[in-house]
């Protein structure tokens, strides 16, 4: 049994589907394939869930009509000709439904949020499915929200593991084709809700699969040759890296590395199961590979740059020392709001965190002010992280325009800056 995952930038069009079709049927014995939305679908799906969240149901029918377009396109390039399977019928039905009968304010945001974009794999694995029995492959399809039983905390929930391991055996001992495909990124709760599990999160949904399923090797597809040391968007010769341990991985993963979602290692590392970066557009290339050991230590600087984020200044109105009294109450304050934090810095009455970008910035001061603490921020920021620096990027990062703070240690030089979009 092997784990293939496949981003939406490999089915974003017509021939990466092909494509994938071809690696499916290339690869011999078991497959269980997970696969993101296609494209940029997710954000497309986020404008129409803003749009009802907002009771702009007019707007959010015409956000919707563009996802039906682009699948439409999609489609009628694979099919030769108009087409729409049932499947895909019915979600769209479904979806519309929910953005022009229901209240909005019936439930939360983010359990909403999670009902209209989870449609996304659901539309993407139907027509994946459908096509792979179109073009040979027989293939099942899996609903992953019968399959993955997730905590209630909406748009970041965790896989109960445990209890979703009888519920993947049993679909697979009832599956009657070579090929399942399910969806990554999505689960539900014990009542049915339909839950996310944070984004990029498919890479964690194939490493789940992979764990229960005792598979020989989970393998994620990707646009580029396996790893390199840095995002080609953002720097300028990257270099491949044709091993990495999975403690470097987590940390890379974690600092915000573009290689995998930061969860999807536990599991793997649990079991030993090697964890394969390919190249969907030259299958035949090694790719790399996340093992427990390799052959020699990185000698390269690893960059990566996380974007979109906030840096909260936090002090004590009371002067209260921070880390002996405050530290706990800090925190809380930022579980309450989900947000997550990448950087901590402090003296002895003061505090500096940098946290993803979020909708509940305002709730969030407004608690801290609540709470007796002074609060500046700043936003529109991004979080550098360098691991195995030179000398040279100092000079190069840590001097440069627009640097707010640098956290440095022997091997990792940190740098939140304003962003260079801005």
Not at 19 to 30: D, V, Y
Not at 207 to 216: F, K, N, P, R, T
Not at 323 to 328: D, N, P
């Amino acid at each position: 049994m092997k784990v293939y995952k496949f981003g939406g930038a490999s089915v974003k069009e017509a021939a990466g589907v092909r494509n994938l079709a071809e690696i499916a049927r290339s690869t011999e014995g078991q497959l269980f394939i997970v696969v993101s939305a296609m494209g940029k679908t997710t954000n497309a799906l986020e404008k129409v869930m803003e749009h009802f969240w907002e009771g702009r149901t007019g707007l959010a029918v015409v956000a919707m009509q563009g996802v039906v377009d682009y699948h439409a396109r999609i489609l009628a390039d694979l099919w030769g000709e108009a087409y729409l399977p049932e499947r895909v019928r019915g979600f769209y039905e479904e979806l519309e439904e929910i953005i022009t009968l229901s209240n909005p304010k019936s439930r939360s945001y983010e359990e909403w949020y999670d009902r209209v974009v989870s449609f996304g794999e659901l539309i993407s694995t139907a027509i994946v499915s459908d096509y792979l029995s179109y073009a040979g492959v027989g293939s099942e399809w899996l609903d992953m929200r019968r399959i993955f039983l997730t905590s209630n905390r909406f748009r970041d929930a965790n896989i109960d593991i445990e209890a979703s391991t009888p519920r993947l055996l049993r679909a697979m001992e009832c599956a009657t084709q070579r090929v399942v495909v399910g969806q990554g990124f999505i689960g539900a709760t014990e009542q049915g809700a339909t839950t996310t599990i944070g984004r990029e999160g498919s890479d964690y949904s194939a490493a789940v699969v992979g764990y229960i399923l005792g598979a020989e090797s989970v393998s994620i597809w990707k646009d580029v040759e396996g790893i390199l040391n840095g995002d080609p968007k953002q720097f300028e010769d990257v270099s491949y890296i044709p091993e990495l341990t999975y403690l470097d991985a987590i940390e890379l993963a974690y600092s915000g590395a573009q290689i995998i979602h930061p969860k999807t290692i536990k599991p793997l590392q649990n079991k030993s199961i090697p964890l394969y970066v390919r190249c969907f557009v030259n299958p035949e290339l090694p790719g790399s590979v996340i093992k427990a050991e390799i052959s020699k230590p990185i000698d390269t600087p690893i960059l990566i740059l996380k974007k979109n984020q906030i840096l909260l200044s936090i002090k004590p109105e009371d002067y209260s020392f921070i880390l002996e009294e405050r530290m706990a109450e800090i925190f809380a304050i930022l579980e309450h709001h989900r947000a997550k934090v990448h950087l901590v810095q402090n003296s002895a009455i003061s505090m500096a965190l940098c946290i993803d970008s979020t909708r509940y910035l305002d709730e969030i001061v407004d608690e801290f002010h609540a709470a007796g603490f002074t609060v500046k921020y700043n936003t529109d920021m991004e979080l550098l992280t360098i691991r195995g620096y030179r000398h040279e990027h100092l000079v190069e990062f840590a001097e440069a325009e627009g640097v707010y703070m640098t956290q440095r240690s022997r091997k990792v030089l940190r740098i939140i800056r304003k962003s260079a979009t801005e």
